[in-house]
């Protein structure tokens, strides 16, 4: 139809697939489109082009937003004022400070907040009794803004929950407060490995406090589903989502056990997960959150209900060397998150890897969703990927693919049990480590930090903390005002190995702190020299690669004045240098004419090791520096010989 009124094709002759395919392959000069076809972690193909084929949209399988069984959303028309909540984390471990924070950004565009809560105050605000609980929450209106809790420490939330609840009886008409109580039983043995008195005690409690707090606040969620533990962990897409629908269906079952009514529990949960910066990819997974609900309520035969679906911008990508690069990271997960269709949005801290964020790194955090909403208008079409025949086609490949995990989770008898076994574990494990390699070669590159490193970048501010909380657990009697014959926790505990958080830029950045270490001690930082063979044409490309290779582990690279033109002149060069190390640089063909002399004069001059960028093998080069080389083995050599402490 568009043809008729705006030809844009008119210029061009018909084309066929068949002959862009064969214009791929003249370009690849052979190979196919299977040399620009990418895979996920899951072993997804990520394919150059999508057609009608890939995705069958003519007839719109997935419905219409805000159509049952919501697959696209769940509604048709966002909120003109507001698309989607935008909720903000606070983590300071004083209460009063946490309150002044709290305050400014209600005032400042957020929409409401999310108390990360930790009575020990090591990972989160010290909470433990309805004082410090009223101190923190001073002068906020529940009533405008949802208060929602983030359970950071030791138990599963019930007793911070029953406090907000008795908080909220003082605060004015319980009909009108909003509330995200977020009790997670299940979340709370993926987290710390333990749940004291037992798994089914844990919800023994979480259904009467549930059924309580769901009929006391009506405007509120009581239930959390969180599956961001197996993200941070180092999981893929598809474990991620496979553990989401393991932990729903492991929560209902346990609820409908001890009497709850499940038809209850969609209406009751936040959906967590978390978004990285491949925003193709977190849109995807987001889409395919919602096909695995639907097909999680359609087989245990319940109403189709709309997913209430939280997106939290990851945690492991952040870094804390040239941490400002973390903006760009979060402004990619937070745009994945609202065209993904995520009801509720939380972008961190950009400062969040180096400790308690302070007020810049808040800022920047709620304006990169503000300018979103705002001036990129992301939120004024619903399901605005809906249709794409690449994100529709990726969503249900992933779809699948986390069906497959969450059938290996039900298969080891649910997701508590594959907890106890260490089985789910284990297969995240696996993914972590594959993970780890790659980065380690530098298939997937960590902007800042293992490319293109800033070896003099500003150190990010944070929060200047001094406060100390004495609290080791949370005070139970928000929880008994709600449950008068609150039993003891008297059972056996369960237990199972915890998913411990990973960062991405684990080896680099310890790379970067022992170096960090050997300027501290020696005023100096470690340094290579780089001999370089042949004019600047031949030898500059290699020069900047290895200049960047290095840079990652805190290396800085040294370059003579004036390009050597004799191994004389190298080794002269080398012993001005003052370094222990040196890399030859140059082009293939000099390689095989210069390259062994150079290296035997490098090491005449003192040199402990000789590398070469590039693959020429001879005698005197004790390593060779290419693309796909293990970087972070590498540098551990270099460190090694220099003399950095490991």
Known sequence: MADSFLSLSAGFEDATEAQWLEAVEKALKGGGIERITRHTDD??????????????????????????????????EPDA????????????????????????????????????????GANGVAIHDATTLATALDGVRADIATIALDHRG????????????????????????QFAFNIDPIGLL?????????????????????????????????????????????????QELGALMAHAVDTMRRLDKVGYDINAVPAQTIF????????????????????????????????????????????????????????????????????????????????????????????????????????????????????????????????EAAWKEFQAIEAEGGLVQ??????LQSRIADMRDTRFKAIAKRKVPITGVSEFPLLDADDAPIADVDFESSATSVSSEG??????????????????????????????????????GYEAAKGARPSTYIATLGPLAEHNARVDFVRNLFAAGGIEAKEPPVPPATPEDTAAGFKASSCRIAVICGADKRYEDEAVEAAEALKKAGAQRVFLAGKFEGAGIDTNLFMGCDAVDVLELAQAEIGVAK
């Open 154 to 177: 030791a138990g599963s939330g019930t007793s911070i929950a029953g406090l907000l609840a008795l908080w909220g009886e003082k605060s004015g008409e319980a009909a009108k407060l």
């Open 272 to 399: 967590t997960v978390a978004t990285g910066a491949n925003y193709g990819l977190e849109i995807a997974k987001l889409r395919a959150a919602r096909r695995l609900w639907a097909r999680v309520l359609d087989a245990m035969e319940l109403d189709a209900e709309p997913m209430k679906l939280q997106a939290v911008s990851s945690a492991r990508m952040l870094t804390r060397y040239d941490a400002w690069t973390n903006m760009l990271r979060n402004t990619a997960a937070g745009f994945a998150a609202s065209v993904g269709g995520a009801d509720i949005v939380t972008v961190r801290a950009f400062n969040e890897a180096l400790g308690t964020p302070e007020e810049l790194g808040r800022r920047t955090a709620r304006n990169t969703q503000i300018i979103a909403m705002e001036e990129s208008r992301l939120g004024r079409v619903a399901d605005p990927a809906g249709g794409s025949w690449f994100e529709e086609t990726l969503a249900d490949d992933l779809a």
């Open 81 to 120: 004022f507001l698309p989607w909540d935008i909720r903000q984390t606070f983590t300071h471990p004083d209460p009063a400070e946490t309150n002044t924070e709290i305050l400014r950004d209600l005032e400042r565009g957020v929409s409401s907040v999310e108390i990360a809560v930790d009575c020990t």
């Open 418 to 423: 594959s907890l106890m076994d260490g089985k």
């Open 479 to 516: 929880l008994r005002s709600f449950l008068k014959d609150l039993p003891e926790k008297d059972g056996a505990p369960t237990t199972a190995a915890a998913l411990q958080p990973i960062h991405l830029a684990r080896d680099f950045e310890a790379l970067r702190d022992r170096a960090n």
């Open 190 to 238: 993926m987290r710390t490995g333990e749940i004291e008195g037992g798994i089914d005690d844990a919800f023994v409690r979480t259904a009467e406090l549930s059924r309580l707090l769901c009929l006391r606040y009506p405007k509120s969620t009581t239930l959390r589903v969180d599956a961001r533990t197996v993200h941070e962990a180092g999981g893929s897409e598809a």
């Open 43 to 76: 072993g997804i193909a990520v394919r150059p082009l999508y057609r009608e084929s890939d995705f069958q949209s003519s007839t719109d399988p997935l419905g219409a937003p805000g159509d049952a069984p919501y697959l696209r959303g769940d509604t048709a």
